[in-house]
């Protein structure tokens, strides 16, 4: 029956890290999953601490750091319009501060200038530099170092 106390405190400790998001209150949360198993297998109580305690270090010292590493760094893909940004495109239709469209990625796109006081050319190779909603914000290919 101590298995059941161990599940009861791993979901405990599950439930703590979803609202703290510490990764620590997880990693023992696995920890009291690993010593209800040795529980479930018959293990006694100084066998089923040590389970947790082993599990529960190994979690902290192990496994947190490098998850906390990942979590910290960017995604080395870029998702949906994030992943047009530096890509080049072909004017169709001259491109101003206000109005232009360009060939992007196989699709027609509205467009801007980046530069306020520039128009750029229907026929043109441009750098898609942001974009902001459906609107691709552009600079001219031949003028960028």
């Known amino acids: 029956m101590s298995w059941i106390v161990w599940l ?3 979901a405990m400790l ?3 890290e979803f609202f703290t998001l510490t990764f620590a209150l997880g990693m023992l949360a696995g920890a009291a999953l690993v010593a209800a198993v040795v529980a479930g297998l018959g293990g006694a109580w100084l066998l089923q601490i040590a389970a947790f305690a082993l599990a529960g270090a190994a979690g902290l010292l192990v496994v947190r750091p490098i998850a906390r590493q990942h979590m910290s760094h960017p995604p080395l893909t870029s998702e949906g319009s994030d992943a047009l940004v530096g890509k080049r495109a072909v004017v ?3 491109v101003t501060t206000d109005r232009g469209l360009i060939k992007l990625a196989g699709e027609t796109w509205s467009a801007r200038v980046l530069d306020g ?3 750029i050319p229907a026929g043109s190779v441009v750098d ?3 974009i902001e909603g459906a609107t691709a914000i552009v ?7």
């Open 92 to 94: 169709i239709e001259d």
């Open 128 to 130: 898609v530099m942001e």
């Open 139 to 145: 600079y001219p290919r031949e003028l960028l170092p």
């Open 8 to 10: 009861l405190v791993a």
């Open 14 to 16: 599950g439930a703590a």
């Open 117 to 119: 006081d520039q128009v």
